[in-house]
């Protein structure tokens, strides 16, 4: 990715990703098919332009709900609950999932161990999904002990967890992973325009049915969804949003948010408040949005630099600050 950065003072402190679509005349052609289900812990969307194609898009979903079986930790009798709840003997996989765990370990690696999947018994115990609260410093050390990808040891599709307490958790990077799935099943099937939208992981497949990119709305924070700030214009790429807003709760005038420290068992606390990566792959876009918040603005630009397939991104700051990396095409409200 190109070393260039671009700054804007100030934007909103927090972001979310809306599609916008703008400028196809459909009225040479047949309406999109669309169709949402909830899975994944939030809303998932796929919807088809060329061709538009119902079947195809329920077969979608269900490839979606089938990656959610597998992959989750709250689903009994998935991979991962199986390792989760093996006592450290060796569990077999499917090769998907031993796949992506290595696709894990490979982020944890690169960020030095911010990425870590095996921050299951911490997410459980701030609870995000549920009723959050600030654990106690006691439940906090037993969590945080867990936590060490280390501690993951693949033998082909076998998994086997080095501590028996640990709990894996890839919800860090399993929607992207689903989301590049669901992209290559459809380009498989012929599909030659269509947008994957995984609550915030989002994939667009060739571009608009008239040739033209697509616009990426960045919404305002807290406001309706159809108020934006910018777009990110995109022919096929995968653009993912993190923020510290998505999952959060205020305890004693505090904000607490879902990005986990695996160091420190807190939530991460660093001068970024959203990110949005413009990559190859939603897996690698949806690893590093959690990355770069954990890092901060200083060291993500050295990291961006050298992750594989990203674009660009475009980084909110605390400060209000807006940071552009790459040669992503960004453009603000104000000059649209």
Same mark, same amino acid.
């Given at each position: 990715?190109?070393?260039?950065?671009?700054?804007?003072?100030?934007?909103?402190?927090?972001?979310?990703?809306?599609?916008?679509?703008?400028?196809?005349?459909?009225?040479? *052609?047949?309406?999109?098919?669309? $169709?949402?289900?909830?899975?994944?812990?939030? /809303?998932?969307?796929?919807?088809?332009?060329?061709?538009?194609?119902?079947?195809?898009?329920?077969?979608?979903?269900?490839?979606?709900? $089938?990656?959610?079986?597998?992959?989750?930790?709250?689903?009994?009798?998935?991979?991962?609950?199986? !390792?989760?709840?093996?006592?450290?003997?060796?569990?077999?996989?499917? =090769?998907?999932?031993?796949?992506?765990?290595?696709?894990?370990?490979?982020?944890?690696?690169?960020?030095?161990?911010?990425?870590?999947?095996?921050?299951?018994?911490?997410?459980?115990?701030?609870?995000?999904?549920?009723?959050?609260?600030?654990?106690?410093?006691?439940?906090?050390?037993?969590?945080?002990?867990?936590?060490?990808?280390? *501690?993951?040891?693949?033998?082909?599709?076998?998994?086997?967890?080095?501590?028996? $307490?640990?709990?894996?958790?890839?919800?860090?990077?399993?929607?992207?992973?689903?989301?590049?799935?669901?992209?290559?099943?459809?380009?498989?099937?012929?599909?030659?325009?269509?947008?994957?939208?995984?609550?915030?992981?989002?994939?667009?497949?060739?571009?608009?049915?008239?040739? +033209?990119?697509?616009?990426?709305?960045?919404?305002?924070?807290?406001?309706?969804?159809?108020?934006?700030?910018?777009?990110? +214009? !995109?022919?096929?790429?995968? !653009?993912?949003?993190? =923020?510290?807003?998505?999952?959060?709760?205020?305890?004693?005038?505090?904000?607490?948010?879902?990005?986990?420290?695996?160091? &420190?068992?807190?939530?991460?606390?660093?001068?970024?408040?959203? /990110?949005?990566? !413009?990559?190859?792959? &939603?897996?690698?876009?949806?690893?590093?949005?959690?990355?770069?918040?954990?890092?901060?603005?200083?060291?993500?630009?050295?990291?961006?630099?050298?992750?594989?397939?990203?674009?660009?991104?475009?980084?909110?700051?605390?400060?209000?600050?807006?940071?552009?990396? =790459?040669?992503?095409?960004?453009?603000?409200? $104000?000059?649209?």
């Amino acid at each position: 990715m190109p070393k260039h950065i671009r700054k804007c003072i100030p934007l909103m402190l927090i972001m979310s990703i809306l599609i916008v679509i703008t400028g196809c005349d459909y009225s040479r *052609q047949p309406e999109p098919i669309g $169709e949402s289900r909830l899975l994944l812990d939030t /809303v998932c969307t796929v919807t088809l332009y060329e061709p538009a194609d119902k079947e195809l898009v329920t077969e979608a979903l269900d490839l979606c709900a $089938e990656y959610e079986t597998m992959l989750s930790r709250t689903i009994e009798g998935s991979d991962i609950w199986r !390792v989760n709840n093996s006592g450290g003997t060796p569990v077999s996989v499917d =090769g998907k999932t031993a796949g992506l765990l290595r696709d894990a370990l490979d982020y944890s690696v690169l960020s030095g161990g911010l990425f870590d999947i095996t921050v299951g018994r911490l997410c459980v115990l701030w609870d995000f999904t549920g009723s959050p609260a600030v654990p106690m410093p006691d439940e906090l050390d037993d969590a945080r002990d867990t936590v060490d990808y280390r *501690q993951i040891y693949l033998d082909g599709n076998t998994v086997r967890l080095g501590n028996a $307490e640990t709990w894996l958790d890839l919800g860090g990077i399993a929607k992207g992973y689903v989301a590049d799935q669901i992209a290559d099943f459809l380009r498989e099937r012929g599909v030659k325009s269509a947008i994957i939208d995984l609550g915030g992981n989002i994939v667009t497949v060739g571009e608009k049915p008239d040739g +033209s990119l697509w616009n990426i709305g960045v919404n305002q924070p807290f406001a309706d969804r159809s108020e934006i700030v910018g777009k990110i +214009s !995109v022919g096929e790429a995968s !653009v993912v949003t993190s =923020g510290i807003y998505e999952r959060q709760f205020t305890e004693n005038g505090k904000l607490y948010h879902h990005i986990l420290d695996p160091v &420190s068992g807190m939530p991460a606390d660093s001068d970024v408040v959203s /990110v949005t990566i !413009v990559s190859e792959s &939603s897996t690698a876009g949806d690893a590093l949005t959690t990355i770069v918040i954990l890092l901060g603005s200083e060291r993500a630009a050295a990291l961006l630099d050298q992750a594989p397939g990203v674009m660009g991104a475009v980084l909110v700051l605390k400060s209000g600050e807006l940071l552009i990396y =790459g040669d992503i095409d960004f453009t603000m409200l $104000e000059d649209m």
